[in-house]
């Protein structure tokens, strides 16, 4: 028996991964599960239905991030990496979860605000979100689910949902889970200084060649104020080490050009060893196929065990 605390953490198929997802989430998850956790790592592609409703784009979604996983050292031996589609146990309990909450309890998350500030009607799955990921989380007796700051809401919701099912049957069966933030890598700033997301399209694609790496480098926005442009040195200083970037910067000081082509070197070496990986995956699309049947039949093994006992403890069973 393995007794070592578990990592749950998932990410969204919406699109192609870029280097904020990188530094802000997967890095952590991959160098925590490489530590002394034992990982649940899922494709949430269920909470992706709430933004991509294109079968193909969902197909091509769900395989990039497994191969970004793969390429970023994930070893599918140790870790379970699955589809969350896959495993019923969690649209099972986020079910259960819907029973034990209020309206005006989930009115509270930020997603929902949002969408009523802006006057949208939000979707029932979207409404929904936090329960499933409470889901997600709660299945796996979760210790600690390394996530970007947006999520830190999410986690609350799920602590909340564990507490709320444990008070309610006067059982001690949920865990409550932590979450993990790094606080240099909370935010990521894409290249016109906003937090880099695939909305905001300020992004550098996580497996970019050095065409594209070039293209997206030399967009970053660059206040010229101040010999000093942030922008390049904030997202410089995720490849390369403050001590050599504080001479660099210092050394070419006002010489913008010269350091955004240095930035592009350091990129593009920084992640050179993912990419020759990411492309051996892609040249063997079986692998990915094989994880992810490995990885469904160990999840779906635990979480039913956890849906067993759930409904023993509700009654239904
Ligand atoms: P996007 O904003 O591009 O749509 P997602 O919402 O799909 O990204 O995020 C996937 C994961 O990556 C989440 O855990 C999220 O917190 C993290 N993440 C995304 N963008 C950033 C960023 N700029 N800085 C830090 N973490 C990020
Ligand atoms: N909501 C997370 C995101 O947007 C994805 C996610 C779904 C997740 N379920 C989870 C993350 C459970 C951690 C644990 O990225």
């Not at 967009?219 to 942030?230: A, M, N, R």
């Not at 060893?273 to 699309?285: A, H, Q």
Request: charged share 25%; with cysteine; glycine share 4%.
């Amino acid at each position: 028996m393995n007794s070592k605390p578990i990592l749950v953490s998932g990410i969204k198929p919406t699109g192609y991964l870029h280097i904020g997802n990188y530094f802000g989430a997967i890095r952590q998850q991959v160098a925590l599960a490489k530590e002394k956790y034992r990982p649940f790592i899922f494709v949430a592609d269920y909470h992706a239905l709430n933004f991509v409703q294109d079968a193909e784009k969902m197909r091509t979604y769900i395989r990039e991030l497994v191969m970004a996983y793969l390429a970023s050292g994930l070893d599918p031996q140790e870790i379970t990496l699955f589809k969350q589609s896959e495993v019923p146990a969690h649209t099972e309990l986020c079910w259960i979860f819907d029973t034990i909450t209020t309206m005006p309890y989930l009115q509270r998350a930020h997603a929902y605000k949002d969408a009523e500030a802006k006057n949208k009607e939000i979707g029932v799955g979207s409404f929904n979100y936090p329960l499933l990921m409470a889901a997600d989380i709660l299945l796996y007796d979760a210790s600690v689910v390394p996530v970007g700051q947006d999520q830190k809401q999410h986690i609350e919701y799920a602590r909340d949902a564990a507490e709320k099912f444990n008070r309610i049957y006067k059982e001690d069966l949920f865990k409550l889970p932590e979450a993990y933030i790094p606080e240099e890598v909370a935010i990521v700033p894409g290249t016109d200084g906003r937090k880099m997301s695939k909305s905001y399209k300020n992004t550098i694609p996580l497996f970019a060649d050095r065409e594209e790496i070039t293209k997206c480098v030399m967009g970053i926005v660059t206040d010229s104020s101040s010999g000093h442009p942030e922008n390049v040195y904030a997202i410089h200083k995720l490849v390369r080490s403050s001590d050599d970037l504080d001479a660099l910067y210092k050394e070419n000081v006002g010489n913008y050009k010269h350091l955004k082509e240095l930035l592009i070197d350091d990129i593009d070496q920084y992640f050179a060893p993912l990419r020759k990986k990411y492309k051996e995956i892609k040249n063997n699309p079986h692998i990915v196929d094989t994880v992810l049947k490995e990885g469904r039949d160990k999840a779906r093994a635990i979480s039913e065990a956890k849906m067993e006992r759930v409904r023993q403890i509700i009654g239904v069973a």
